[in-house]
């Protein structure tokens, strides 16, 4: 870890401060919490990324085409699954394809749509930052696989309420 660890748990002090001067800290400190471990992931993943020329938004558009399968998908499909704008789906493939990882295609039945195809190169690619991601757990550390499982679960949950998915 880049800083020193604090010999105190700061959330943990926060909560305790909301608590006696606004109210019930529980949400805060969940909230507080998920932001902080967040930036933790985001550093890690990026950290174990960045040798490989990609970012995590381009590394999961890479193994969404991989699991695709024709390996490739149009591009609409592509925002639905990563849930993203349609424009942000636009830069990436753009990012991607610039690099050779992916190409463009007309959709064969539609003219209207684009594929996105992975491309050699782009599984290759895909292959090395996988390795490069999973060696660190994407960065998640300190929880046993139930506990990870069990986390993922609840997230899930939150997710659902807001509308992410149905079941």
Do not use: C
Not at 37 to 58: E, I, M, W
Not at 118 to 130: C, L, Q
């Amino acid at each position: 870890m880049s800083q020193r660890a604090l010999p105190f748990d700061p959330i943990a002090r926060a909560a305790e401060l909301w608590e006696n001067q606004v109210g019930p800290s529980t949400t805060m400190a969940a909230v507080t919490s998920i932001m902080r471990v967040q930036q933790v992931l985001q550093s890690a993943v990026d950290s174990a990324l960045r040798p490989h020329g990609l970012t995590f938004a381009r590394y999961e558009a890479l193994v969404l085409l991989t699991f695709s399968k024709r390996g490739s998908l149009p591009m609409r499909v592509m925002g639905e699954r990563l849930q993203l704008h349609p424009t942000s789906v636009t830069n990436i493939v753009d990012r991607l394809e610039a690099d050779g990882l992916v190409k463009r295609l007309p959709h064969p039945t539609d003219r209207r749509t684009t594929l996105a195809e992975i491309t050699v190169a782009g599984r290759e690619r895909r292959e090395a930052a996988t390795k490069a991601v999973t060696e660190i757990d994407f960065g998640l550390r300190g929880l046993t696989e139930r506990q990870t499982a069990q986390l993922t679960e609840l997230l899930a949950k939150v997710r659902k309420a807001v509308g992410d998915f149905e079941d």
